[in-house]
């Protein structure tokens, strides 16, 4: 009887032939070495796929010492980049908030209360990273002192996590922002002002109308929730009225 010897190469192309036969994918998934890498794959995954308007209603339940002391409910509506129109309780209250050119206008009875330079975080990474150009958006990230050499993974309520300004998980301090790994979109933002953390958690992502959509956010000042935001009547309008966003409008600006 003649025998067949496989020899070591011949093993390796066996098992080469084997893994390919059943459709396991040799190559291991990407490993973003900063956050600057992190934040051109989001814009490559989602540039001309993600929602450009974003109208939507929310109940804005308030809490001091783990217990809620005011629930209202607001109207919101977005436009990128960077605009965002906010009406507390109601158009008739007065009162909101407008974000535009990288500043936020206060309003209490239609009238402006005040206004500061701010970069809002969330915007930033919820819907503007997949508009702006990377560059713009890096700018952005580095000014509100995300240090984007900084990055590991880690799990995040069952998924994949990929985070960006800080090393290790033992860091809840840094300014930072978590990704996503698969979806590429944001899952939470921490930011540290003046030694107060800030700790925002972007939950219940949900597909509508083939765009994943965060339906609740909750809103930690030093560990304890300040606020939860639950999103309803959500819609995608195709186009905005870019007058809605001058705080010049904001008394006669109605959207519904």
């Not at 059943?22 to 051109?40: D, H, I, M, R, S």
């Amino acid at each position: 009887m003649k025998k067949h010897l496989i020899t070591g190469g011949g093993i390796l192309l066996l098992c080469l032939s084997l893994f390919s036969s059943l459709g396991f994918a040799l190559a291991p998934k990407p490993t973003y070495k900063n956050g600057t890498e992190v934040v051109k794959a989001m814009y490559k995954r989602w540039q001309g796929k993600w929602y450009p308007n974003f109208q939507f209603e929310q109940r804005a339940i308030f809490y001091e010492n783990g217990q809620v002391t005011k629930e209202e409910v607001w109207q919101e509506i977005y436009s990128q980049p960077g605009l965002l129109h906010i009406r507390f309780d109601g158009f008739e209250s007065g009162n909101g908030v407008i974000f535009a050119q990288d500043s936020v206008y206060r309003f209490q009875e239609n009238q402006l209360a005040g206004k500061m330079p701010q970069i809002h975080p969330l915007v930033l990474l919820s819907f503007d990273v997949y508009f702006l150009k990377p560059e713009e958006t890096i700018s952005k990230l580095n000014q509100l002192n995300i240090d984007l050499n900084k990055v590991y993974e880690t799990d995040w309520q069952g998924r994949k996590a990929i985070v960006v300004g800080a090393n290790n998980p033992a860091d809840s301090s840094s300014s930072q922002f978590w990704i996503d790994k698969e979806r590429l979109y944001v899952l939470r933002v921490l930011t540290n002002s003046k030694g107060s953390t800030r700790d925002v958690e972007i939950n219940n992502y949900q597909m509508l109308e083939d765009y994943w959509v965060a339906t609740e956010i909750i809103f930690k000042t030093n560990g304890e929730t300040t606020l939860r935001e639950e999103y309803f009547n959500m819609s995608f309008p195709k186009s905005t009225d870019k007058s809605w966003f001058d705080p010049k409008n904001f008394s006669s600006t109605r959207w519904q």
